[in-house]
């Protein structure tokens, strides 16, 4: 008789499969067949990954953040979700009212000034000025024209196409 290349059958599998349980495991103890999970999958906590924003109108929107030097394809602008992915990773979204709606039939734009802003970090104090004088000539609104903050950074506030704010920012002094 040729040497089997599987194990015997032990008498409680050889049971378990004349009973009907296919699956001798399934009642086996649980410290010896416990799945371990990855050490990584044991600590995952949600990790911020997104920005989303609600738009009125997504070609204006678009416009105004290719203008800040954003990598936005040129066909998005008639697009209901926008997305693109930052250096680091983290992600900008906008969003329609109509895409909003779609879900969230309810759905009203908060009215009041912005509680949050998206804040971008310039290369020196003079790209700040530079960001601002390009968005504000091509029409739209500057806050707070840029000037030399109390902490240390050339800042200045605009408004999207929405209102939502984006601050400008840079270190005024390099080292």
């Known amino acids: 008789m040729p040497e089997s290349r599987f194990a015997p059958l032990t008498p409680y599998v050889v049971r378990c499969r004349r009973e009907g349980n296919l699956d001798p495991c399934a009642r086996s103890v649980p410290f010896k067949t416990a799945r371990r999970q990855s050490a990584y999958a044991a600590r995952m906590t949600p ?3 997104l920005v989303g924003c609600a738009v ?3 070609a204006r929107t678009l416009d105004f953040y290719r203008r800040l030097g954003l990598d ?3 066909d998005a602008d008639h697009q209901d979700h926008v997305e693109v992915t930052l250096p680091g990773g983290l992600r900008l979204a906008w969003d329609t009212v109509a895409m909003l709606r ?3 039939p309810d759905w009203t734009p908060p009215g009041g000034s912005p509680r949050t802003s998206l804040a971008f ?3 020196d104090p003079a790209e ?3 960001y601002w004088t390009v968005l504000t000539d091509a029409g739209f609104h500057g806050e707070i024209a840029p000037w030399d903050a109390f902490w240390g950074q050339r800042y200045a506030i605009l408004h999207d196409p929405d ?3 984006v601050d400008l920012f840079a270190p ?3 080292s």
Request: glycine share 12%; proline share 8%; hydrophobic share 35%.
């Open 47 to 49: 990790r911020f990954d």
């Open 56 to 58: 009125s109108d997504m």
């Open 72 to 74: 936005i394809p040129a």
């Open 102 to 104: 779609g879900f969230h």
């Open 121 to 123: 970090r310039c290369a």
């Open 128 to 130: 700040v000025d530079r």
């Open 163 to 165: 209102g939502n704010g």
């Open 172 to 174: 005024l002094d390099p």
